[in-house]
């Protein structure tokens, strides 16, 4: 049984297609004060799937925990969450006195729900893997990086990442694409404010390709793009896992002379190009029964 709701159906209807899943969407209603009210299909089958994209996560967190609760109420013995966005990954330390670690307290809070959790290309930086931001019994990362690069194949595009964090999915795109690989250097001065030092190679006529997990405010893309193109690159496109593209992101990469925005299917965006559902699909096989 694959519990859904309703804003996310056609990603519901894509995955309960490839993993051979039953669609059971969850009834949503808002309170005129705010608060929500869920309906689960009855009985919860005894294995059941939760997909839940947690991008503009708050609310998205209180429904987790009212779906899963009910789903045990109702019948199911063991939850999957598949998030294939997963939020509250980033701050995974505290930098200041009294700052709350959310990737740990999150992570464990949805280890209490689920027993098992897969997502796709998770933001970590500091964390080896995803059982120790999210300790379940079963926690699968995977990566779309290789989908990205099979966009490109045999393009003789150059895969450029745009800081050494990017830099692993930059190489599994590259690999994928049979294409050659570059990485920059990044210093951050705010959620806003980048500088961006490019790697000492050819860029003159160049198709570059600037890959990374997740395009949030889209300024550090921008940044890439506009020094890439003034080294004389012939054209400039961003492919991500994730387009979150918050407030004017999309506007930025555009007046910085990107000229496509590939993306995948984690997070609603038109630049939507990549589905994932088989790849997800993939991982649920492999579950421990």
Known sequence: MLLYFPDEQEYAARLATAAGLTLAPIERHRFPDGELKLRLPTPVAPRAVLLRSLHSPNEKLVELLLAARAARELGARHLTLVAPYLAYMRQDAAFAPGEAVSQRIVGRWLAELFEAVITIDPHLHRVGSLKEAVPAPAATALSAAPLIGGSFHATGALMLGPDAEAAPWVRAAAAAADCEVAVCRKTRHGDRDVEVTLPEIELEGRHIVIIDDVASTGRTLAAVARQVLARGARRVDVAVTHAL???????????????????TD????????????DLVASALRTLPR
Do not use: F, K
């Open 266 to 277: 984690t997070v609603p965006h038109p630049s939507n190009r990549i589905g994932t559902a």
């Open 245 to 263: 593209l918050v407030d004017d992101a999309d506007a930025a990469l555009r007046a910085a002379g990107v000229s496509e925005l590939l993306s």
